[in-house]
């Protein structure tokens, strides 16, 4: 009898740094495959106004103020989600920002803020969920990192240490679970919000002619939605979705 490749149910799905650009993408396309998502991250207007539209399209989703910095704001966020949906399938670790410069600037300030929203807050994730995925036996974390995880360019210093310190853990922890799949997506330059956090106007201008050929958000949340729907037993690794023209 043929394996069942791809799975049909209903997941539970949840996704921070829903307010824009790849989360927005990725909750827009699983819950219109079907799952429910709920939405995480500071800027609540924008996840009310998503939340709305998933709604009046026939999907479910739930918004819920959330700060990935903040351990007790990531497990307020689980909790609010185990009340209404009883259960936690997937959660997309997405949140990220990028205020690129060299290391020579000394943005102290902007290095500390990398190491908090893109690694402890993936941390903060993984803390809130494993125990509740090891106890229902199942459980998928994806884990947003970066092409920036896979190499080193002047001026990405600590945004890539940070993002190859994301696969690193994630491998740890793919290791570690029999029952909890692990997912690492690495997207290439992908249009969205984030080079919004870059301070620098010179880095800033330069990011945004790169950006030129950057991909939709919808490209990432596409290859989400692939790995989210594998059956229990296979295990998406790792995914890279750049540009067909970036070098
Ligand atoms: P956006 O800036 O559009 O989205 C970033 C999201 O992160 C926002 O929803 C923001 O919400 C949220 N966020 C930032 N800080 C926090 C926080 N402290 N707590 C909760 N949420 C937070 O950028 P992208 O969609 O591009 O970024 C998504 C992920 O993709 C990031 O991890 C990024 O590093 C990664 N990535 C993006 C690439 C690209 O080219 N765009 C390439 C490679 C990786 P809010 O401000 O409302 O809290």
């Known amino acids: 009898m043929s394996h069942p490749s791809t799975e049909t149910v209903s997941k539970v799905v949840l996704i921070t740094g829903a307010s824009s650009g790849i989360g927005e993408a990725t ?23 998503l939340a709305k539209d998933i709604e009046a399209d026939g999907g479910s989703a739930l918004a819920h103020e959330l700060d990935v910095t903040d351990l007790a704001s990531m497990q307020g966020f689980i909790a609010a989600v185990r009340d209404r949906f009883g259960r936690v399938d997937v959660l997309v670790n997405n949140a990220g920002v ?11 300030d902007e290095w500390n803020q990398m190491i908090d929203v893109n690694l402890r807050g993936v941390l903060h994730g993984i803390a809130a969920v494993l125990p509740l995925m090891q106890e229902q036996r199942s459980g998928h974390i994806v884990n947003i990192a970066s092409v920036s995880g896979l190499r080193v360019d002047p ?27 692990v997912t690492v997506v690495n997207p290439g330059l992908t249009r969205s919000e984030l080079a919004d956090s870059i301070s620098d106007g010179g880095i800033k201008g330069a ?38 023209a970036q070098g």
């Open 27 to 49: 909750a827009r396309r699983l819950a219109a495959a079907g799952h429910r998502v709920a939405l995480g991250a500071r800027r609540t207007d924008r996840l009310d106004l």
């Open 98 to 108: 990028m205020p690129l410069s060299p290391l020579a600037a000394l943005r102290v």
């Open 155 to 181: 001026t990405s210093a600590v945004y890539s240490a940070t993002k190859f310190a994301v696969r690193a853990l994630s491998e740890g922890l793919r290791q570690e679970s029999r029952d909890v799949r």
């Open 207 to 244: 990011v945004d002619e790169m950006m030129a050929i950057a991909i939709p958000a919808t490209a990432i949340a596409e290859a989400i939605r692939y790995a989210v729907s594998q059956s229990a037993d296979v295990d998406v690794n790792e995914i890279v979705v750049r540009p067909t």
